[in-house]
């Protein structure tokens, strides 16, 4: 996580910690590796301070929230049946 | 065309039927189901589960703080629903000393939330002044042989920054936690919010001592400036405070 604000330290490329957390992310949902419905709303919140603070964008936000929301169904929707629901 | 159930945001103290002129999830009307001198404050919603988008919780507080501003709450998690008119009550006959006693404990109180960020330019001056180690790796980053050596460079000089963050995390958060701690009937310790966020904490104060506890928060807030950001927000209902357990309706 903290890589990011190396590159702008050490390497000079300007690189901002936000950019990495939104990689970080996106990387998390795709590899499906966000799979408690615990974790998913740590980063929906996560998002949410990120949009108050101007370090992401409203369609940005938007476009995760989608795909972390459609995640958050598809926990549920496995928790359930492996509860036989 | 789906069940209608309960959406319920919290708990209040209200021995008289209200409805309120506020609206709640999806524009719905908000309004009370009593029970002995208790009432749970719903609106009604055609779903049996509502997704935590931003639009949702946002309503979801926003009902919440509008009651804080007359009653004392327990407010509920985002999310839940009763499947009529009938469970709401049932859930607040089930629970009905536990409530009692949560309302009476927490009345006149409010909780506050406090989050620190470490900020980003002092980090990387932090980073730049003068650690002879880090500009030791500079010159090896600069003179890699590939990618890979770069980056394991780089997640060497990565622990560096996270030695910082603990420092700062020992010599502001926690000074700051221990200070506002002293000034509140209770606190509480929340999970961070990521790699910046070194002190996320809620505190239960008293209503009347809320502008103290704000002008003590905003003096912390200038003695660190430059290093950490201060995310104050309150008041809020006490979610972190409650002790108490519901007994689902059925």
């Not at chain 2, 910082?164 to 009937?185: G, M, N, Q, T």
């Amino acid at each position: 996580m903290i890589i990011g604000l190396l590159y702008d330290v050490l390497v000079g490329v300007p690189f901002t910690l936000c950019r990495e957390i939104l990689m970080k992310l996106r990387d998390e949902i795709d590899k499906e590796r966000l799979i408690t419905e615990e974790s998913i709303k740590e980063r929906l919140q996560q998002l949410q301070l990120m949009l108050q603070d101007g370090e992401l964008s409203e369609e940005e936000y938007q476009e995760l929230e989608d795909q972390l929301i459609e995640r958050l169904r598809s926990v549920k929707e496995y928790s359930r049946s492996q509860r036989g629901e | 065309m789906p069940q209608q159930g309960k959406y319920i945001y919290g708990i209040i103290e209200e021995p008289q039927p209200r409805r309120f002129s506020f609206s709640g999830i999806e524009g719905a009307e908000v309004y009370t189901n009593n029970y002995q001198g208790l009432a749970a404050v719903v609106s009604d919603i055609e779903v049996n589960e509502i997704d935590p988008t931003r639009k949702n919780v946002l309503a979801h507080t926003v009902v919440q703080d509008k009651l804080l501003k007359d009653y004392t709450i327990l407010p509920m998690g985002f999310g839940m629903i009763a499947g009529s008119n009938d469970d709401v009550l049932k859930l607040l006959e089930k629970n009905y000393p536990g409530l009692s006693r949560e309302l009476a404990r927490l009345a006149g109180k409010v909780a506050v939330e406090l989050k620190v960020f470490w900020d980003q330019e002092a980090m990387v001056k932090g980073l730049q002044g003068g650690n002879e180690e880090l500009t030791r790796l500079k010159t090896k980053i600069a003179a890699a042989s590939s990618p890979i050596e770069a980056q394991r460079l780089l997640i060497e000089a990565g622990r560096m920054v996270e030695c910082i963050a603990l420092d700062w995390k020992e010599r502001y958060a926690e000074r700051v936690y221990a200070v506002l701690k002293r000034l509140s009937i209770e606190a509480k310790l929340n999970n961070s919010l990521g790699v910046k966020n070194i002190l996320n904490a809620s505190f239960l104060i008293d209503r009347s001592e809320e502008s103290n506890f704000q002008q003590e928060v905003y003096k912390l807030d200038s003695q660190y400036q430059g290093k950490v950001n201060f995310k104050y927000v309150g008041p809020l209902a006490p979610y972190s405070f409650i002790n108490l357990e519901l007994e689902p309706a059925n």
